[in-house]
């Protein structure tokens, strides 16, 4: 199917690790990308390919994929952490591209 | 550094047809090795991709939204546009611009700016 599926909205103690899940099949072709919303500020690329963090981004996230599932870690979860996250990536084709849901990351 | 910023009507009646620009610094969206997108969050809603172009080569377009769609470059001002004809209140959302390392790969994002349609 032509679509990405995220978990529940999640709900973390300062310090807990969360982690958020992104289920499609075309994760099985292309890695999915992790990005971070937050109020007035511009979407932010946390994860991409296999596990790669732009630079910028704190170590705390990280990102894995087994089969059609992508994941995002957060370990050590910080205040600032809080805000909306989705996956998102190439279709199976190539030439679309996806969004998950998005998961609410309340700290 | 690169960035982008987002430049639009605010306020669009239903029927009429909203047209967004983004502006960009820092790197030419003329420069190989990049596409640049359009993606729109509708209120209490997730992201959707609109479409994004590879200068000089191709385009891609949402199925859901490409019959009403598109899209354009001003090399002069270093800015890429989108328009959207026909608009509905479904069409109400945050719409951000981006910049692309590959078709899924945003790396820079604008703020955004708020569409409305009334």
């Known amino acids: 199917s032509s679509e990405l599926t995220q978990g529940p909205d999640v709900s973390v103690a300062l310090g807990q690790t969360v982690t958020i899940t992104c289920q499609g099949d075309s994760i099985t072709d292309y890695y999915a990308n992790w990005f971070q919303l937050q109020p007035g500020q511009a979407p932010k690329l946390l994860i991409y390919g296999r596990n790669n963090r732009p630079s910028g981004v704190p170590e705390r996230f990280t990102g894995s994929t087994t089969g059609r599932t992508s994941s995002l870690t957060i370990t050590g979860v910080l205040a600032e952490d809080e805000g909306d996250y989705f996956c998102g990536g190439r279709d199976s084709g190539g030439d679309v591209v996806l969004f998950g849901g998005g998961t609410t990351l309340t700290v | 550094q690169v960035q982008l910023q987002e430049s639009g009507p605010g306020l669009v009646k239903s029927s009429e047809t909203m047209s967004l620009t983004c502006s960009v610094s820092g790197i030419s969206v003329t420069s190989g090795g990049y596409y640049w997108g359009w993606v729109r969050r509708p209120p209490g809603k997730g992201l959707e991709w609109i479409g994004s172009f590879y200068y000089g080569k191709n385009s891609y377009q949402s199925p859901a939204l490409k019959s009403r769609l598109n899209m354009s470059v001003d090399t002069s001002r270093n800015q890429f546009s989108v328009s959207l004809t026909s608009v509905t209140a479904a069409d109400t959302a945050m719409y951000y611009c981006?910049?692309?390392?590959?078709?899924?790969?945003?790396?820079?994002w604008g703020r955004g700016t708020l569409v409305s349609v009334s």
């Open positions: 981006a910049r692309g390392v590959n078709m899924g790969r945003f790396d820079y």
